[in-house]
Structures are given as structure tokens and as C-alpha cells.
């Protein structure tokens, strides 16, 4: 369907370095006209595959499904990647138009009769077809796509689930794009140095960067709705009036009645999926996602969750005595605020440890962080990063690196680090390209976005290098995957295991001589001193209590939202008004997210009844790098060969209980997780 004299650049041949988006030549417009090309390009492919009066096979019918539309693939995903990455108004209003369409199509091909009959019946007498473990995966896995998408269902069913698919989808559209909006519309400016009073020069720079992308005078100080510039100020701003404010206007995003309020938005997302797990036979929708996860029920979650959810209420109780101590030498308020919980902290930090993050960040530049996790990766799986410039990106901040290993391309590796008012808060990996088998063999294209605070010189917190790292691991699991079948390439495991490759990861950041190598001062080029590193060290466990209860906490009301029976009608701001009655949410501690702007459950399905996963994977992490720290090297080659092989570069080739025993030798253990935060003694 590609025409080499096609005006649209999308429907033409690329031909850019590596096959990379032609970015410097699309626009807004082209993206609509694409879709209407590829959308019916690719349902030919599958009623092409249909038709067939060949017996159904593994070749003609499963891997030629896996290959069908690449032309669609690659629209879609540089269009989503610049939806969350740099988008406009143009094309948020593609987004919304959008948002319906795709999911019918999606509706189209999983409930493409003739295709899901071949499939089915593959499926059926797969035990006699000879195939390979890959292939019988890929076989398994296809099917249960299809059924999980309503395959079998009847005719007034099918029609019924397709257009729950589509509200949820506009739905979802709607939330993300009002939690940007949301952000974008608020700027807390600074005026006088009674406002900026407590804040390092870091914050300071971050706040005269923001300032500069709102458009005021040189000199002016905003603080934005951002973490990277958020958080810093809710640590160090000795202003608490000022802190409150940032405080609730982050507590408040898509909570504000009117056009943007997504509190009826979430409602309705949420009775939607009731309705999708009661066509497909479940008692609610808890149990038809966690019916393919590693959990494999709610009991499992809450039974993992519980275990830290008192534990940490415990220690927060016993941390609140400190600062409230602290407050009253201050003369502050007690009992204290949520908006005093981290200001106080990082008070008691400096006191107990002698450790200031104004004094470590010096120490962590971005462009060193960069170089140590590339490093980390060299040293591990035998990779080699190569910067480029002067290839078309969408954006400034984006960068370039291919990625070789044993002298060989195996993928490009694209960085965007700053946050700006047209990029979605938060953290994420993403791909333009999936690595396959596919025509010879594709080359990965993946990205990681992070939203720090841009400056001359940008300096991380040591919070903002775990992120760096944890991203970079997903960026990893992509570029090192080696199957041959898309649809198992990569991230594309099941979600309470996705999170193992990140996490793992972070755990580099924090080994000794990784840091002596690579945190130098940014002024002097000094290494860090053996004492500061002392210092961070001691001070790992301080505070974890409340990141505990700030993650918890939102795990367990999602978990129990989307365990609610079907057809039960929810008010979002009274259900978790409840639900954090009855868990006993401290209030002076929160919660990291709140329902009206928690995009993991209601920007798309991928974390819905799925925000435990990144504890789940953190059992993973800290008993998978204990094998490290068994052999008694960080960088053991035995291990890391194990990692890569059955985590890494495997995909979804296996089950991931399987592939977690063939790298740990057995099953993992929940407390080292436990240890590393602090909630029982190591």
C-alpha cells in the first residue's frame, strides 16, 4: 500500500538512518489520511489469511498473522509516541477522533470470525503440530488474545463488548489528556526571595527553567505541577503556605469540577470494565485481568501487599514522632501536614546522616548518570552506546545512540529527559520499532522519557538516577530481546513481570564502585568521597516507611475498585474517601496518586487492577539480585549471562515462573524485598 509518489510521508518508503520515523517531515494532518490507508490495508492481510483453501498451519495462519500490518504498527506508534512526548493541540484532537476508531479496529481483527476459526482449530490440536517451544508460545499466546478480546463470543455479545471497548478507549483518551491539561494550566510563580527561601540552587535553576518555557522575563522562578521540580520544592521550600499550595493543586488534578473533571470519567471507565468482565463470564473485572498475570488472583495481591501495608504503617508511626518533634523545635504546627511530611524528612536526613541532597546532587549531572548506566550495560550483556547527532528527531532534547553488541547493531536507543509543558508528567519506555524475526530480522527502535528539571547543568537527585536506571532496564528488555516472533518480542510479557527488568536494573545505581566511578562533581570533576557514599549508604532505609505507604496504598484501593462486583455503581471521590478511612491512610502521608489523575488505571487498561505489579516485580528484583550478591560480584558473568538469557533478550518465549527459575534456580523469596525497605530486620 506504500506509494513512493504519495504526497503523505507516512504512506511513503522512509528511507531515514536506521528506518526511523521521518520526523522532520511529518505533520499533524498526515496522520488521519495514514490511518485510513492502514487500517484497511491490514484488515485485507487478515481476510487474505482467511481465505486461504490451504488446511490451517502453524506458518500460514499464526506467523503470518504475527507479520501482518507493519504499515499500521509503525503509524500508530509514532503517533502515540508523539502524543505523549510532544503534542498539540492538533494532535490531541487526532487523539480523541482516534481513540473509538482504533479500538474498533482492534474489536475488527480479534473477532475476525474466519481468522479466529483457523486459529482455533490450531489451537486445539496443537499437541500433535510438532512445533517448537517458540512457536507453540506464540500459538498459545495469539489464541488467548483473541479470546480475551471476545473471539467466542455470540453475535449480540461480540457487538455489545466491541462498543464497550470503544467508550472505554474515547474515555481513557479524555482522562490523560485532562491530567495534561490540567498541568500544563498551573504555574506557581516566585516573586520575591521570601518565596524562594530554603531552596538550593538546583531547585532554583529548575524553577528559572520553568519560568523561561512559560515565557516570563529572565530571572523569574515558577514552580510547576511536574515531580522533577514538584517534589524538590515540597522538600526544600521553607515556605509551608507555598508548599500547601503545590501540595493540593497536585492532590487536585482532574478533581476540578467542570469540562476537565475526571472523577465521572473514571466512574464510567470503571462500570464499562464491569461490563467487559461480565460478558466474558467473570464475577469482576479484578479477576479477568489478574486471570493472565503471575498473581493469578486478588487474594495473591492482597496477601503480597499486607505483608508491607502494617509493617509500614508501624514504622510511620514511630518516623512521626521525629517529625513531629522536629516541627515543635521549629515552632511549626503538629500535628504536621501532609505538605510538611517530606520538608521535615529531609530536615531529620541531614541531621541523622549528615547527608543534605543539595550536597549529593552536585555529584549526579545527567550526562555522567547517562554514562554510567551505559557502562553498567557494557560491563553486564557486552553492549556499546555511540552517541549521533545530526539525524532528525522530533524534539531538541531527544538523543541518539546506537547500540552494538560483539560489534554488531542491535538496535537505537533514543533518550528524552526533560520535562516540558507538551510531554505527560511521569517516566516511561517506549518503542518506534519492535525487535523480530520478521523479514530477515527488525532492528529495535526504542525510547526512554523521563521529566527532569532541565538546566544548564542538569543535576539528579538520587531518586531521579533509580529513574534513569529503572527506565533504562525497560529500555534494555527491549533492545536485548532475540525471538522471533513479534508478538513475543521485548516488554510484551505479562504485566506483574514487565517490571523485573527495570527494577533489577536500579540496583547498579546504587553498587559502590559503579558510583565511584561515575558521580563526580560537576564543577571540580572530583569523585564522590568515600564518606558522602558512606553517608547514602546508611541512609537508604530512612524514610521508607511513608514511600511504602505512598505506593501501597493506591495498590490496594485500586485493587479494591476493581474488585467491586459487577454493576456496582461507584462515586470515585467517596470510594476512596473510604477506602482510605478503612486502610487507615495517614493523611499526613497521602498517597502518590490519587483517583482523578491516576493514569496507570484509567490512561489505558495496562495497570488497571494492576498497580501491585511493581511490588510484585520487586520481590522479583531484590531476590533476583541476591544472586549477585551470593556470587560475590555485581558484575558476575555467569549471572548476568543467566539474567540475559532467560530475562532479558527471552521475551515472552516462556512462562515467566519458569524463565524466573531457569535465572534464580528456584522460586523467589518475599524477604529480601521486605529487608531492603526496612520492614523487617535484615
Not at 146 to 174: I, P
Request: glycine share 6%.
Amino acid at each position: 500500500m506504500r506509494d513512493e509518489l504519495h504526497p503523505n510521508p507516512l504512506l511513503q518508503t522512509w528511507g531515514t538512518p536506521y528506518g526511523l520515523p521521518p520526523f522532520d517531515r511529518v505533520a499533524a494532518e498526515h496522520f488521519l489520511p495514514a490511518f485510513d490507508v492502514a487500517m484497511p490495508a491490514h484488515l485485507a492481510e487478515l481476510d487474505a489469511i482467511a481465505a486461504q483453501t490451504e488446511p490451517p498451519s502453524f506458518a500460514n495462519t499464526v506467523a503470518a498473522f504475527d507479520g501482518t500490518g507493519r504499515l499500521l504498527k509503525q503509524v500508530e506508534l509514532l503517533f502515540s509516541n508523539l502524543c505523549s512526548s510532544e503534542t498539540s493541540p492538533a494532535l490531541q484532537a487526532i487523539e480523541r477522533d482516534m481513540a473509538p476508531r482504533q479500538a474498533a479496529h482492534d474489536s475488527a481483527i480479534y473477532m475476525h470470525a474466519g481468522l479466529f476459526a483457523r486459529i482455533d482449530a490450531l489451537y486445539r490440536d496443537r499437541a500433535g503440530l510438532g512445533l517448537d517451544a517458540e512457536q507453540l508460545r506464540l500459538l498459545e499466546r495469539v489464541h488467548l488474545d483473541f479470546v480475551r478480546a471476545g473471539a467466542k463470543l455470540d453475535a449480540a455479545a461480540k457487538t455489545r463488548y466491541a462498543a464497550v471497548m470503544s467508550e472505554l478507549a474515547e474515555l481513557c483518551t479524555q482522562f490523560s489528556q485532562h491530567v495534561l491539561a490540567d498541568e500544563a494550566a498551573f504555574a506557581l510563580e516566585l516573586q520575591s526571595e521570601a518565596d524562594l527561601a530554603g531552596l538550593p540552587e538546583f531547585v532554583r535553576a529548575a524553577a528559572r527553567n520553568a519560568a523561561s518555557q512559560c515565557g516570563l522575563p529572565e530571572g523569574s522562578h515558577v514552580i510547576t505541577l511536574s515531580p522533577s521540580i514538584a517534589e524538590p520544592f515540597l522538600t526544600f521550600s521553607a515556605r509551608r503556605d507555598l508548599r500547601e499550595t503545590i501540595w493540593r493543586e497536585r492532590v487536585a488534578r482532574g478533581a476540578h469540577a467542570g469540562e476537565r473533571d475526571n472523577r465521572p470519567v473514571a466512574a464510567r471507565i470503571v462500570a464499562l470494565r464491569q461490563q467487559q468482565a461480565a460478558i466474558h463470564g467473570y464475577a469482576n473485572y479484578a479477576n479477568y485481568e489478574l486471570a493472565d498475570r503471575m498473581a493469578g488472583t486478588p487474594a495473591a495481591v492482597l496477601g503480597l501487599l499486607e505483608q508491607a501495608w502494617q509493617p509500614a504503617l508501624d514504622k510511620a508511626a514511630e518516623d512521626r514522632l521525629v517529625l513531629e518533634a522536629k516541627a515543635r523545635a521549629l515552632g511549626l504546627p503538629t500535628p504536621i501536614a501532609a505538605w510538611d511530611w517530606r520538608y521535615l524528612a529531609e530536615l531529620v536526613r541531614q541531621e541523622q546522616y549528615q547527608l543534605d541532597d543539595a550536597e549529593l546532587k552536585p555529584y549526579f549531572t545527567l550526562e555522567n548518570m547517562l554514562a554510567a548506566m551505559f557502562d553498567c550495560a557494557g560491563r553486564l550483556f557486552g553492549l556499546e552506546f555511540v552517541e549521533q547527532h545530526g539525524i532528525p528527531l522530533y524534539h531538541p532534547d531527544a538523543r541518539l545512540w546506537e547500540v552494538r553488541r560483539q560489534g554488531q547493531l542491535i538496535g537505537v536507543f533514543i533518550g528524552d529527559n526533560f520535562a516540558r509543558p507538551s510531554k505527560r508528567s511521569g517516566a516511561w519506555m517506549s518503542i518506534f520499532r519492535s525487535q523480530s524475526g520478521l523479514a530477515g530480522g527488525t532492528l529495535p527502535i526504542v525510547i526512554n522519557n523521563n521529566n527532569f528539571a532541565k538546566a544548564d547543568t542538569t543535576l539528579l537527585s538520587f531518586d531521579d538516577v533509580r529513574t534513569l536506571f529503572h527506565e533504562f532496564g525497560h529500555g534494555l528488555h527491549g533492545l536485548l530481546s532475540q525471538v522471533r516472533y513479534e508478538r513475543l518480542a521485548g516488554t510484551q510479557v505479562l504485566r506483574d513481570f514487565v517490571e523485573l527488568p527495570s527494577q533489577i536494573f536500579e540496583n547498579w545505581a546504587e553498587e559502590e564502585q559503579v558510583l565511584q566511578k561515575h558521580a563526580r562533581h560537576y564543577q571540580s570533576g572530583e569523585a564522590i568521597p568515600a564518606a558522602l557514599l558512606a553517608k547514602l549508604r546508611a541512609a537508604r532505609q530512612f524514610d521508607q516507611a511513608w514511600a511504602t505507604i505512598q505506593y501501597v496504598g493506591p495498590a490496594l484501593i485500586d485493587m479494591a475498585l476493581h474488585a467491586l462486583p459487577n454493576g456496582t455503581p461507584v462515586d470515585i471521590a467517596a470510594f476512596e474517601a473510604e477506602q482510605c478511612a478503612r486502610l487507615g491512610v495517614p493523611s499526613d502521608i497521602g498517597q502518590r496518586h490519587y483517583l482523578s489523575h491516576f493514569g496507570h488505571l484509567f490512561a489505558g487498561p495496562w495497570y488497571a487492577a494492576g498497580y501491585y505489579v511493581y511490588m510484585w516485580a520487586e520481590v522479583l528484583d531484590a531476590d533476583g539480585y541476591e544472586a549477585f550478591v551470593e556470587a560475590g560480584d555485581p558484575f558476575d558473568a555467569a549471572t548476568a549471562e543467566r539474567l540475559f538469557t532467560h530475562i532479558y533478550s527471552a521475551g515472552n518465549k516462556q512462562d515467566p515462573v519458569e524463565a524466573y527459575r531457569a535465572f534464580r534456580g528456584r522460586d523467589p523469596e518475599v524477604a529480601p524485598m521486605l529487608k531492603k525497605r526496612g520492614l523487617i530486620a535484615a
